[in-house]
């Protein structure tokens, strides 16, 4: 690990990650690699118990925002999810997928939180793929926006009413609430994307 670099494990706050491709190579450049990566995502996400409150798929990079996770260390589900894709992915005679490590910022607040969230759900934008964020199928924007129902389960105030309109799991539900969630509720409010 390099000199200087702290992770905050364990210390139950919400993480933004970040890990790129192999020299910024574009392993992510058609939809099938993807939704293969969304695939593998939601397998590790149910495997350790991850509440994923934001992520997306770039061409040569992902972001995350998520819970520590139930079972096992954040970095054990990071390789994890790293090697289960670059598995999948791999193209012949490319002998390394992913960059060593990932970016680790530790999420404490509501209003961090929505900024991290309007990085991620910007990010396309911002890089010229699409002209709105709600035209990037593979990050959790549309299910913030409309609470529709993704390849990845994200957690936004939309999975939470569901949980409690089926009387399922409702002491999870209520465990999990991100910062801006939490603060939401009290202000009566939806998604911290929406508030001004």
């Not at 709105?132 to 409309?146: G, I, L, N, V």
Request: proline share 5%; hydrophobic share 35%; with cysteine.
């Amino acid at each position: 690990m390099p000199w200087g670099l702290r992770r905050f494990q364990q210390s139950r706050c919400q993480h933004f990650i970040t890990f790129s491709c192999y020299r910024r190579q574009s392993f992510f450049d058609t939809a099938p690699a993807r939704e293969r990566f969304e695939i593998e995502l939601e397998r590790v996400r149910k495997w350790y118990g991850i509440y994923i409150a934001g992520y997306v798929v770039m061409p040569e990079h992902v972001h995350l925002l998520v819970s520590e996770p139930e079972r096992s260390q954040l970095s054990v589900a990071v390789q994890m999810l790293k090697q289960m894709v670059a598995r999948r992915l791999r193209r012949p005679g490319v002998r390394q997928f992913w960059q060593a490590r990932y970016y680790d910022f530790p999420v404490w607040s509501a209003k961090k939180e929505k900024e991290k969230l309007g990085y991620i759900h910007r990010n396309p934008v911002s890089r010229g793929l699409v002209a709105k964020p709600e035209d990037w199928e593979w990050s959790s924007f549309r299910q913030w926006a409309t609470g529709c129902d993704g390849r990845v389960e994200v957690e936004s105030q939309w999975t939470a009413s569901k949980r409690e309109s089926t009387g399922a799991a409702l002491g999870v539900a209520r465990a999990v609430e991100t910062p801006a969630l939490r603060q939401n509720r009290a202000k009566g409010r939806g998604s911290p994307q929406n508030d001004s």
